[in-house]
């Protein structure tokens, strides 16, 4: 059984270049255990509550992520220029996101820790984009992934871009992460 759907359809939330880990959860909010359901939940209430607006790259800017007072986040894409998940390699940040709903990140490029962190718990989509797609994409665009074909529709401007192959992490992310792979494929026993 995939984990990952053929197609993935949401609303956009466009960040600038360079978001780093401090920023996707900051350091006071780290005291939750995502192991704890309840405390999984605060990740997302916190994820990218201190993205500075100059930094954003939103065409308006200061768009929030979600409201205060909501756990999950109205938007399923993060489209971000270069390097996002720079930083500190803190293993809480792709947890954020998933906590606050997010099931793809589409960068130009991403810091490798946060990358890997993203890929080996199973936590959230991560393809790259060779044009600078946080250019073209607007936060609140309808977007529909085609994931098989790596194409990304954006639905409200009815354009079509391009996407890098996953490659060899598509059967990661399809076991659910690292261990549930290894596990798959008998390198550990179950």
Sequence with gaps: MSKIPNEITGKAYVLGDNVDTDQIIPAEYLTFNPAIPEEYKQFGKYALSSVPPAQSGLPKGNIPFH???????????????????CGSSREHAPVALDAAGIKVVIAEFYARIFFRNAVNGGYLVPFECSARLCDKVCTGDELKLDVLNCKLHNLTTN??????????????LNAGGIFAYAKQVGMLKS
Aim: aromatic share 16%; charged share 20%; proline share 12%.
């Design 67 to 85: 409201t205060d007072d909501e756990f999950v986040s109205p938007y399923t894409f993060i489209v971000a220029g270069k390097n996002f998940g």
């Design 159 to 172: 354009e079509i871009y391009p996407l890098n192959p996953l490659g060899e992490i598509a059967p990661i």
